[in-house]
């Protein structure tokens, strides 16, 4: 079975905290992103990346960086938490063959709360 | 640029019910249509896809066609059960993109 693991669950942190949202496939996918989910706003892209140390910036990056040394492993990362950074944070991973039809691959998400 | 609307939910039917979620997309290519599912406290999963024109795509008794002359790709299902209760995404690809579109999603409540 396909796994995408997304570290965390629920985080709890203070503005101004540095915060790593971590996660990891199985699949030996190339391609791998971030999504937030908010109520009425759908899911929003962040960053993608297409390989091992590339990235792309999505449709709202502000706030955000990522990293990406392995190929498995994908991290986002918030330098300076914000309240309104408070969401529901999806990773998913897609093999690159199948780009074009889909077939997108979520982890089950990290709920992050800012105070 | 590429779009997909949604009906707004949330959307609440008695089980055995008949479902329509509306999709209608804009997109500059010939994309592809997929719609995913959100259960409670999980992540996205495909539900189902279509590639081109007049496909298809079916799925746990939901089906959705591709319709190219109305840009819609509307989820139908014959008869609703409790476990059918998430939400429900409608989503484009095109060719060639690592990108999807999704739309904001319909919550669908299935009561007993």
């Known amino acids: 079975d396909v796994k995408v693991t997304q570290s965390s669950r629920y985080l709890v942190k203070r503005t101004g905290e540095k915060v790593f949202l971590e996660c990891v496939q199985d699949m030996d996918h190339e391609n791998m992103f971030w999504y937030r989910q908010d109520p009425g706003l759908g899911l929003r892209l962040i960053y993608f990346s297409y390989d091992v140390k590339m990235k792309e910036k999505g449709d709202i990056p502000e706030g955000y960086s990522v990293s990406r040394e392995k190929k498995e492993r994908f991290s986002l990362i918030l330098e300076s938490a914000s309240t309104n950074q408070t969401s529901m944070y999806l990773c998913a991973s897609r093999d690159p063959r199948g780009a074009g039809t889909g077939e997108l691959f979520f982890g089950e998400g990290s709920r992050l709360t800012v105070l | 640029g590429n779009s997909v609307t949604q009906m707004e939910g949330p959307v609440t039917l008695s089980e055995e019910a008949f479902l329509t979620i509306n999709c209608t997309y804009t997109?500059?290519?010939?994309?592809?249509l997929f719609w995913y599912v959100q259960y409670p406290g999980e992540g996205l999963q495909l539900l189902l896809k279509?590639?081109?024109?007049?496909d298809k795509g079916s799925n746990k008794g939901f089906e959705a066609t591709y319709r190219k002359e109305t840009t819609s790709f509307h989820l139908e299902k014959g008869s609703v059960q409790v476990s059918d209760s998430a939400v429900y995404f409608c989503a484009l690809s095109e060719r060639g993109s690592e990108k999807l579109v999704f739309g904001k999603g319909t919550k669908l409540t299935v009561n007993p």
């Open positions: 997109a500059t290519g010939y994309p592809s």
């Open positions: 279509a590639t081109k024109a007049d």
